[in-house]
């Protein structure tokens, strides 16, 4: 029975989606090794921390815990979606008051793991909700073959409530994540396109609502950046200016592999977190962005193909709502970094530095990966 | 349905991805070489490199004015502001130690160094306010913008605490300075005057640029940008440091580098080095100067009355020395300016002022010589021509007096000819030959002379002195003898005599040595008139009875020249001495001028025979 599990394991694994991740990973490890490193007081290379090896440790780390993900049944984990996603909703309301951010920045976004007074990890509970409210989201709708208003709204609650703790954090970035989602669920669960329409519309009409009254001012001060760097150059507009200076002078064939100026010499902030890609585009050029973006559509598409091949609806949909997270989040990057969109610190999955992002990354595929090694069989009445 | 909306959910996705890249083309194919451009401006920085300033040195070779590195104990306050209360007390109790200051001071100090970030600030904003249309909302944004620079930027930049200190000083502070933060030594260049006040009036100095004279001369080094100077650079403010600041100014160097987001050099692009200005060499003799400068200053210690002394070349022009009474020491000028203007204190004597070229004085007796050059020019008289004189000279009802019809003396002149007028200085005679010669002709030879207009000596802030042509009987008469409406310089004096001596060549005086002596033109008198007065101021001085005789006449060197007591209202009559040396073969010409020192043998003459026996003792 095991050895027929393992085989049936090996013969449905997506060894395409897995290439993709690694190809990703490998890059993220290269270019997180350039942009640690820099142009010291006389122009010597200084690398203060080897960002790379512990990259690559975290790597090791998730790519067990995504083969951990493969072990159990999905389907068996049905159950526990809805609790899951209420316990996650606990844990944000908790960080919101025992939480802690980066040094001396007033926000609330991790939780410390403490044992016996050393500190071991940090946990980001908004990470957690992304998977929680897939679940969540999935489990709801599984069953639905008319969707209505009433569910609609059932949907868009379930998300607002998370999403605004995780504005309150605040994160606005990953709260951004938390927009399409509900979108692209339900209407693979097939809500109708008017009603979405709708909603959307309301939406929209809210935003100078959400302008007024959620919006920090240093996130405002962001977006008016994002519309006129030059203005703010030496304050909110940096970013803006110097990334956009990386992407712009990396050309069609970049600079070449530690050669690009606004990374090594520093002036290209978070190069190794949020603005990796503007390093990849100023060191490998178009060329090099065309390959990432390239992998990335990869990864969507298996996903979007294990969806289509599953008759399962909790599993599709799980494979939907993840696919539209890994590509909201991924085009939100890169619209940062290149101009495209206001900056709101969100991680490049699989490339940027960190252990929370690389591990998030890896579960998201995790899931995919679990939903095509774990056919279900399901009498359905008709094809979807 | 759900593979047709699963293949939606792709499309949509792929439009974001096309979009992505889209944007990658337009930046990367189409505005690469605009992002460069951008990067490369951004990382590039172009640092202007100071330049000494020339030297000023004497003729003899004495530096009088030289730019000398200092090494000072500099403050960077942005590092300071980060500190906590503990640590900025064990900083200043370090820096105290090091500097051997007390804690107050070293507070002191500090408080003066942020005092001058905002005056510095304050300056820069005014000057910015007073530049475009006033009050209006872009120039209070630009002023507001670059005191938001200013104020992020030079608490960044070392701010001097203690000026040209001594080598162990720095030294300690250099090996402090790497635990210490904010604690820099830095090497300047700073303007010294090793001779303190000689020739201070003619060398000047140097001061920090104000608004005002920094738009003034901002277009003087206009297509020579290496000379160009900025709002907190140092200028010559007056004399030679003033005059040939062109040519004294060093052409600045220029770095351009590479630096990394926290300015740190990375590469050097280009180094085009700091050239020093050129040396400019006075026609000044340092021993003359000297000797000029000690004699006003007995005399002003013994009786506070100001004065001035000029000698030149007669040939030349050169001005041998220049001294102006009571002097100041450039090295300190800017720090003792309140007291040197006090009008209560110092100031009242206006040591700042240099009267041998911007004092107009009336010029009393010396006048003689050009009334005498006019009379007989215009043959009015012949140097045998004789007048009695009784003391005084009757016109009309109105009385004008000889110096010899007042108290003490009480008595006239009698019947003498014009050497003897000359030589005893007698009004009378003059009073009749002024009036033979009438006022147009005065006026004129007074103009041959070059009263009236400016030597054009290389020197700023020179005054013209004024003659005016006497409209009334009694002004021709005043005249005469140098009174009335006539002021003039003693350099312009001197210049006279030295015609005197060279035979009616006007020399031009300058006071840098590689200046052409340009001939300023000739006086235009007989050879006849020349023998006459040169005759008559030799007899002042060396013949028995001579206004001169008893203080000017020297053993060692023949002197010509004629007194001058001039009347000069309250405080009592300027005492003039102007004349050359040596008799035989004229080299050098003098005048000197004490401030209400009564009788111009008594007072300026002794002064005027110390400069002819230091040239002859040369």
């Known amino acids: 029975m095991k050895l027929d599990r393992a085989k049936r394991t090996l013969k449905n694994f997506d060894y395409l989606l897995f290439g993709a991740v690694a190809a990703l990973v490998s890059i993220g490890i290269v270019f997180i090794h350039s942009a640690s490193a820099w142009r010291g007081q006389w122009g010597e290379l200084v690398q203060p921390v080897d960002y790379a090896s512990k990259q690559l440790q975290w790597a090791v780390i998730s790519v067990g815990v995504f083969f951990v993900i493969l072990v159990p049944r999905y389907s068996r984990l049905k159950p526990f979606s809805i609790p899951f996603y209420l316990i996650v909703l606990a844990v944000l309301v908790v960080t919101l008051f025992i939480g802690t951010g980066p040094e001396r920045a007033p926000v609330r976004r991790w939780i410390q793991i403490r044992i016996g007074g050393r500190r071991i990890a940090d946990i980001q509970p908004s990470q957690l909700m992304e998977v929680a409210l897939v679940g969540a989201l999935a489990k709801y709708l599984m069953f639905k073959e008319v969707v209505r208003i009433r569910h609609i709204l059932a949907v868009f609650a379930m998300t607002a409530v998370p999403m605004l703790l995780i504005l309150k954090q605040p994160d606005l970035g990953t709260a951004l994540l938390f927009i399409p989602l509900p979108l692209v669920m339900l209407f693979a669960a097939g809500a109708r396109v008017r009603h979405l329409a709708w909603f959307v519309g309301l939406g929209a009409g809210m935003m100078p609502f959400f302008w007024v009254f959620i919006m920090k001012s240093y996130q405002k001060m962001r977006f008016l950046a994002w519309i006129e760097p030059y203005k703010y150059e030496k304050n909110a507009g940096w970013q803006y200016i110097h990334s956009r200076i990386a992407v712009g002078s990396g050309g069609l064939f970049g600079m070449g592999l530690g050669r690009g100026t606004q990374n090594s010499l520093k002036y290209l902030s978070e190069n190794r977190t949020d603005f990796i890609f503007a390093v990849i585009n100023e060191e490998w050029g178009f060329l090099g962005a065309l390959l990432i973006v390239i992998l990335y559509l990869v990864i969507i598409l298996c996903g979007l193909g294990i969806a289509a091949r599953t008759r399962d609806p909790f599993g599709r949909l799980l494979l939907v709502g993840v696919v539209a997270l890994l590509a909201t989040q991924v085009f939100i990057n890169m619209g940062m970094n290149i101009g495209l969109m206001p900056i709101t610190g969100l991680t490049l999955p699989f490339i940027s530095y960190g252990g929370s992002s690389l591990l998030a990354s890896f579960v998201a595929v995790g899931i995919m990966m679990n939903v095509a090694v774990h056919p279900v069989m399901v009498l359905s009445r008709d094809r979807f | ?618």
């Open chain 2, 1 to 618: 349905m759900f593979h047709t909306r699963l293949k939606i959910v792709a499309f949509v996705i792929f439009v974001g991805m096309a979009l992505v890249l889209a944007r990658l083309g337009q930046m990367q194919l189409l505005k690469a070489d605009f992002y460069r451009e951008e990067g490369r401006r951004r990382r590039i920085r172009v640092r202007s490199l100071d330049a000494p300033r020339g030297a000023i040195t004497t003729r003899d070779g004495v530096v009088l004015a030289e730019d000398l590195p200092v090494r000072s104990v500099c403050v960077v306050f942005a590092n300071l502001d980060r500190m906590n209360k503990d640590d900025l007390d064990q900083w200043r109790a370090r820096v105290a130690d090091i500097a051997g200051d007390t804690l107050g001071g070293i507070d002191e100090r500090l408080a003066a160094a942020r005092e001058r970030i905002a005056s510095d600030i304050r300056k820069r904003k005014k000057y910015i306010l007073s530049h475009g249309v006033p009050g209006s909302a872009a120039l209070k944004k630009k002023a507001k913008n670059e005191e938001r620079f200013m104020r992020r930027k030079l608490p960044r930049m070392p701010q001097v605490l203690y000026e040209d200190v001594a080598f162990d000083v720095t030294a300690r502070a250099e090996a402090a300075s790497t635990e210490l933060d904010g604690l820099v030594v830095t090497e300047s260049m700073k303007r010294k005057y090793p001779r303190g006040s000689l020739a201070a009036h003619v060398v000047g100095y140097t001061a920090k640029v104000t608004p005002e004279e920094y738009d003034l001369y901002r277009f003087d080094y206009l297509g020579d940008e290496s000379k160009r100077f900025f709002l907190r650079d140092t200028i010559g403010r007056v004399g030679i440091e003033r005059r040939y600041d062109f040519e004294l100014r060093g052409r600045r160097g220029r770095i351009e580098e590479v630096i990394n987001v926290n300015e740190q050099p990375q590469k050097i692009l280009s180094d085009e080095p700091s050239k020093s200005g050129g040396d400019v060499v006075l026609t000044i003799d340092s021993r003359l100067q000297e000797t000029a400068q000690q004699a006003l200053a007995e005399v002003f210690a013994r009786t506070k009355h100001p004065g001035a002394a000029v000698c030149i070349d007669v040939h030349t022009g050169d001005v041998l020395a220049m001294a102006s009474c009571p002097s100041y020491d450039p090295n300190t000028v800017s720090r003792d300016i309140a007291k040197l203007i006090d009008p209560d204190g110092l100031g009242k004597y206006r040591p700042m002022y240099n009267r041998a070229i911007r004092g107009g004085y009336p010029l009393g007796s010396v006048f003689k010589i050009v009334t005498a050059t006019a009379a007989l020019e215009t043959g009015a008289i012949t140097p045998s021509t004789k007048f009695t004189c009784d003391g005084y000279l009757k016109v009309g009802k109105r009385k004008f007096y000889c110096w010899i019809g007042r108290a003490p003396y009480h008595g006239g002149h009698g019947t003498i000819d014009l050497l003897e007028a000359i030589k005893v200085s007698c009004n009378v005679y003059f009073y009749n030959t002024g009036r033979l010669t009438g006022a147009k002709a005065l006026v004129e030879w007074a103009e041959h002379y070059g009263f009236g207009r400016v030597t054009g000596v290389d020197l700023p802030l020179e005054s013209p002195g004024n003659v005016e042509t006497p409209q009334r009987g009694g002004d021709v008469i005043n005249l005469s003898i140098g009174q009335g409406r006539l002021l003039v310089t003693p350099l312009q004096v001197c210049r006279m005599v030295a015609a005197v001596a060279g035979e009616g060549k006007l020399p031009a005086p300058h006071v840098r040595l590689d200046v052409p002596g340009r001939s300023a033109g000739l006086v235009g008198f007989k050879t006849s008139t020349w023998q006459t007065l040169r005759k008559g101021l030799c007899d002042v001085v060396n013949v028995k009875g001579g206004t001169g005789y008893r203080t000017v006449k020297s053993d060692v060197i023949t002197i010509a020249g004629k007194t001058g007591t001039a009347q000069a209202g309250r405080g009592g009559d300027h005492a003039w001495f102007a004349g050359f040396a040596p008799y035989e073969n004229p080299e050098i010409a003098f005048a000197v001028v004490i401030e209400h020192g009564g009788h111009g043998g008594a007072a300026a003459g002794p002064v005027a025979k110390s400069l002819a026996e230091a040239w002859a003792k040369r």
